[in-house]
Each structure stands twice: as structure tokens, then as C-alpha cells.
């Protein structure tokens, strides 16, 4: 017998699955337009001058709000409180600080006023010097004067205070005087008479020759004396080299009034300020 085939038996050896890479292709490629981008949008720049004229017409209006509140506050002085140089409180206190000064100084004026009468009467009042201008006002009559710098002058007055005097000329133009600039007035109907008076001399530059500001820089007038020599011929030796000569009529505060005649005649005013000197001995 024959012996039994074994069955023959073939291993296969299956090789462990390996992951081959592969080669991936790559993305096709974007393809862009050739075309430009458009521009940026540019921002405008600011107009500075219409910024500038907005906030000053802002500030106009605050300014305006601000002095409505404030009654007696003036725009003018709203608009800077606005733009900050000082607060309102500042104005007030400065408001108040100006109403005590001008206050003051009324006060002064009105004791000042008070002793200037004082010494006026004291030195014979001014009466007749007022009756005597008057006169020439009231006829619109033409005066003659010296004045210190402008030589002889003639005009009409118009008013006389206490320090000034408002002339009108001859062709009718006012004008503005110092009274320390005048030293002497007559009438100018009477003025060829009135120079007869008169004796100019030393230098032509004392002509120009102005009397100090105040009395303490002036000559010591002698009133008194003055007052003594009503009637009597004087001579009034004046800054700018002229002396008068004539009959004292009358005197006064400020002016004595003197007469080319014992008994009346040609006047002429003369004022105690532009003197440095009068001669009461009698001429020889």
C-alpha cells in the first residue's frame, strides 16, 4: 500500500501594508487682474480761518450772554473775561475800587474848591475882575491881550473860568487858553492908547516866558501892599520884560485893574501871576 501524501501547504508571508507618500500637486495658481486698485480717499484738510472765525464768533456770543447778565459790564470788557484774562470777580472788585477813587476825588475837588474860596475872599474876592470881563461878553466885544508865546492877540471871549479861557477869533474860530499864558487885556478899540501904557524890555526870547504852576513857584505877590495903593500910580514889572504904568482902580484875588488917568481912562487888566515885581514910588 502505498503510504498516504501528505498535502502540501504554501505560507504565503503577507508584507505589513506601508503608506507610500505621494506627491501632491500643487494649488493652480491665482491669477489677478493686471488692473490698478483705486486711490485712497484723501480726508480734507481743515480750514483754519473759518475754525478761527467760528470760535471768535463764539466767544462774541458768550461775550454778549456774559454782559447781559451783568448789566453795567461792557462787551468790550466781556470778551476778555472770556478769553480768560480776568474773572468776573476781578471786574467787580475793579469796578468798585474805581467808583471809591472817583468818589475820592470829587471830595477833593469839592475841599479844594472850598479853600481856593476861602483864600479868594481873603484876598478881596474877584467880583469886580467878573463884572468887568462880563461886559466884553455881552457886547461881543473884541479884547486885546499879551500872551507868552503868541505876542499880541486879539479876540472875543466866549467863557472864563477859573484856569482857562475860550476865545473866538475874528473869523470866528474858537479856541482854548491857559489863563497863566495871559498877562495882560484891554479893549481893542482902545489898544493904541492901552500900548502907551507899556514898556517892553530885555531879551525878545523873555516874551515867551511862562509863571510857575503853582504859587509857591511864582513871586510873592504883595496883596496887601496892593490893596493899600488903590489910587495910586504903580509899576508892574512882568516875567516877559514888559512894565505897565498906571492908577490902581482896583485889585483883586487874581488881577488888579490899572488906568492910564487919576480919574479914569484907558484899562487894562493885568494878572498878579505874570508879575515879578511892582514899583509903588511915585515917577519922577
Known sequence: MKPAQVPRVRLVVKAPEVEIPTVKEPPPPVIYSTQSSPPAVKRPKPDIKALR?????????????LS?????MRPEVAIQIVLGQFTVEDWYARRMEKNENAMSKQQRKRQLRAQQEVIIQSLGGKSEEIAWTQAFIQNRELVWLEVAGQGDVI????????????MESEDSKSFLMEKTLVSAICSAAKQSRCVLMRQITGEPSKRNQIPGRTISDRWSFPH?????????????DLLNGSIWTGYVRWA??????????PQGGTEVLIFKHACRGLDFSSPA
Do not use: C, M
Open 155 to 166: 479876540a472875543r471871549f466866549q467863557t472864563i473860568r477859573l484856569y482857562t479861557i475860550t
Open 224 to 236: 496887601e501892599l496892593l490893596q493899600r495903593s488903590i489910587g495910586q500910580q504903580v509899576r508892574a
Open 68 to 72: 447781559q447778565q451783568h448789566p453795567p
Open 252 to 261: 483883586n484875588a487874581f488881577t488888579f485893574l490899572l488906568e492910564d488917568e
Open 53 to 65: 472765525r467760528l470760535r471768535i464768533l463764539e466767544n462774541s456770543q458768550k461775550a454778549l450772554e
